[in-house]
């Protein structure tokens, strides 16, 4: 766009100032143009094109423009820029004080435009690769020498010379994962950590490019970063689930394709998988986890109710439960005391150190101890528990059982 105009007064053949300003394609930075005046009066024979930063306004110069006139840059093609409308006569290039308050508003457009930058959208991705490109490519020869000097010195500047080398390659793995994790930078971060485990394992003498070894590492990480963020509880515990998590969708579009009616009973069998793992697995795929303690309903928050309220509860965690189990235990420490008063000797220590101990001896410590056989001590411990039986079913009845093994701990 040009913006032409003459000095205050309007005199016809004045000299003029030309401003010229145009745009690189796809950008926002100003270009100097041809120096062609536009049409507006006078032919401007003879005049030299004024260079752009003589004619940029200062910011005083910018303040005043913007408080005074609440001028704002002016599109391409707005009226009045080149001095023929606002009020002026196009064929003498007389310009009025509207016309004058575009023209000042043209030269504050220069003014801004100049020093600006394009307004694009950041891409981090675009970003990162752009900065991968400052690190060349290895050739076989320099990849195997820096493969041979990291694992004979431990040089950490052919390591990293290594790694760098090879940072497009994870960017390239992680794209094909890029369906099942949005956040591609995410799996790049995790496939480079892959990268540096493959170059600590590297060994340049099995004839295997670093390339070919490493892809299998990054890959590594990549699943195990996506199988552990996939929810928020985790998903692909067993190796079953993790079969079915990767390729239970794709085997049914591709049994879909070959015209089978796909259940869960031909899945199992193409994917080697019990039955039952594949419903789980399908259930778990199919809808997103839910908050137990999230209420339910269109409720107030009075009477809103979660999943969590309307679960039973299990039955060592009831109330009454409890306390009737806190009773019984503190009644059996009784009746045992009571039944420890009549023991002595053998007996006693059989009773204490074995059968109500944490840490029992053994029956050989035991024979060892009284000077006794272990099998003397066992049929001590199997009279013991006879008579303990005996006399607890007298006291509580058969709310206990009592047993004990003839098996030495």
Do not use: C
């Amino acid at each position: 766009m040009a913006a032409t105009g003459t000095g205050k007064g309007g005199k016809r053949g004045g000299k003029r100032k030309v401003i010229d300003v145009g745009f690189v394609e796809g950008g926002s930075h100003p270009v100097e143009g041809d120096g062609e005046p536009g049409s507006g009066g006078g032919d401007g024979d003879g005049e030299a094109e004024p260079d752009l930063a003589e004619l940029e306004p200062d910011a005083a110069e910018l303040s005043a423009v913007e408080a005074e006139l609440g001028a704002e840059p002016l599109a391409d093609g707005a009226d009045g820029v080149d001095g023929g409308a606002g009020g002026g006569d196009g064929a003498d290039g007389a310009t009025d004080g509207d016309g004058e308050s575009r023209g000042l508003g043209a030269v504050r457009a220069l003014g801004s435009v100049k020093g600006a930058r394009s307004i694009v959208r950041h891409d981090p991705l675009s970003a990162y690769m752009s900065e991968l490109r400052r690190y060349p490519l290895l050739t076989r020869e320099e990849e195997h020498e820096l493969a041979v000097k990291y694992v004979k010195t431990g040089d950490v500047v052919a390591a990293r010379r290594l790694v760098t080398a090879n940072l497009r390659l994870v960017v390239k793995i992680a794209h094909e994962y890029r369906r099942s994790y949005k956040n591609v930078l995410d799996l790049v971060q995790e496939g480079n950590l892959g990268l540096l485990q493959a170059v600590k394992k590297y060994d340049p003498y099995r004839g295997v490019k670093l390339s070919s070894y490493a892809a299998w590492w990054i890959r590594a990480y990549i699943l195990k970063y996506v199988l552990s963020n996939w929810r928020l509880v985790k998903i692909g515990t067993t190796q079953a689930q993790r079969k079915l998590f990767f390729n239970l969708r794709k085997e049914r579009e591709k049994l879909e394709r070959e015209g089978y009616e796909v259940g869960p009973k031909l899945l199992a069998e193409r994917l080697d998988v019990s039955e039952a793992e594949v419903n789980e697995m399908s259930v778990r795929l199919g809808a997103p986890d839910l908050s137990l303690d999230a209420p339910s309903g269109r409720g107030d928050d009075d009477n809103a109710h979660s999943p969590m309220d309307r679960m039973p509860s299990a039955a060592a965690g009831r109330p009454d439960r409890q306390v009737e189990g806190g009773e019984f235990r503190a009644l059996l420490r009784e009746k045992l005391e009571q039944f420890a008063k009549g023991l002595k000797g053998r007996e006693e220590t059989i009773f204490r150190e074995r059968l109500l101990n944490d840490a029992p001896l053994t029956l050989q410590e035991i024979g060892e101890k009284y000077g006794i056989s272990r099998e003397r001590a066992r049929q001590l411990e199997k009279r013991l528990v006879t008579r303990l039986r005996g006399y607890l079913e007298k006291e509580l009845g058969e709310a206990v059982a009592i047993g004990a093994s003839d098996e030495e701990p």
